[in-house]
């Protein structure tokens, strides 16, 4: 199993400090943080669209391209692009120019958005959201296949009998879809033979298996989990560094969905295994990587440690952790199979 991280370039004000870093510090420290994933053997490295203040990164394409300056080996994705307020031939440039300049290494994964304000931002009506996601993603698939591309559909002009360019370094470009869990996203990506990433805030991971059972059914080939958490040397250490910034996070999006606000009680036991809080020591975050990785038949895990803005240096060492000392135990697990 392949092991990575996502973010989305959160720069919310800090619950402990106050303070708020810069759009440009948190551009300079997401590309450190994608340098050391890569130097530490991590495989896969994505970053996140948002269109709101509290965000650093809203087009993922242009961060990674910079990061492919600066990397060697380490996949480069998007997680997500909102393709349904996109222009696939727009998206599918972008991310060919990316290809290009990693030698391979991007990796385009394709969403509908767990957020809504890109529609207002681009014109696209919310009543077509999943009519537009299926429409575009048709599109951004015929592209891949090859020139000349012949097209016609509801939501962008047509397309007779032209050429896109760039096209991949490969012979295709790799596309992924991403969901928060809808068995009907899961057979779909199995039919489309697309690898489908899982994002997972909340729950216990272990609840994604009939989805990836499905997925497989239906002739999906590769599964990506998501997690949250941070990786420390001690255990206690990892947890309470954590919890602030994940309580914020849950404040924050019980603002906005209407979440309750989980106790410390709750968190402390989510984090101990019961859910999806992956906060504590090398040995501990391999383990949960490896029981839950086993159960759901994942082949790639990625964890997102900087929510609400943990500090740059924690995420820093955690990022180490995982590389050093997680990844060598998770590898070993699965090899013994």
Do not use: C
């Not at 996502?6 to 870093?21: A, K, L, M, N, W």
């Not at 994505?46 to 060697?72: F, K």
């Not at 060492?317 to 013994?336: M, N, Q, Y």
């Amino acid at each position: 199993m392949e092991l990575g991280v996502y973010s989305f370039g959160d720069r919310h004000p800090d619950p402990v400090t106050g303070e708020q870093v810069t759009v440009a510090q948190r551009l300079a420290e997401t590309l450190e943080r994608i340098r050391l994933a890569d130097q530490v053997g991590l495989t896969f490295y994505g970053l996140g669209e948002h269109h709101l203040p509290n965000y650093a990164i809203s087009n993922p394409a242009t961060v990674l391209a910079a990061a492919a300056s600066v990397t060697t080996d380490i996949t480069l994705s998007s997680a997500v692009t909102v393709l349904s307020t996109e222009d696939p031939v727009r998206v599918y440039q972008q991310f060919t120019t990316l290809d290009q300049l990693s030698r391979g290494r991007a990796e385009l994964l394709a969403g509908r958005g767990s957020f809504i304000e890109s529609f207002p931002l681009f014109g696209a009506d919310l009543s077509d959201y999943d009519a537009l996601f299926d429409e575009k993603l048709e599109l951004l698939l015929q592209l891949d296949q090859g020139n000349p591309v012949t097209w016609s559909g509801r939501f962008r002009p047509a397309l007779d009998n032209v050429d896109v360019y760039p096209r991949p370094y490969g012979e295709h470009l790799r596309i992924s879809v991403g969901t928060g869990g809808n068995p009907q996203s899961s057979v779909r990506a199995g039919v489309l033979g697309l690898p489908v990433v899982y994002a997972v805030i909340g729950g216990r991971p272990e609840r994604f298996a009939p989805l990836v059972d499905l997925y497989r059914r239906a002739g999906g080939t590769h599964v990506t989990m998501g997690a949250i958490g941070l990786v420390a040397k001690d255990s206690r250490e990892a947890r309470e560094a954590f919890y602030p910034y994940w309580l914020a996070t849950m404040k924050y999006g019980a603002a906005a969905r209407g979440w309750a606000v989980p106790t410390r009680a709750e968190y402390d036991e989510w984090a101990r295994g019961a859910q999806s809080i992956f906060a504590g020591s090398p040995e501990e975050v391999a383990e949960r990587l490896i029981t839950v990785g086993k159960l759901v038949g994942a082949d790639r895990y990625a964890m997102q440690m900087d929510w609400s803005g943990v500090p740059h240096r924690l995420v820093m060492e955690s990022i180490e952790l995982l590389g050093t000392e997680v990844l060598p135990l998770v590898r070993a697990a699965f090899a013994s199979e």
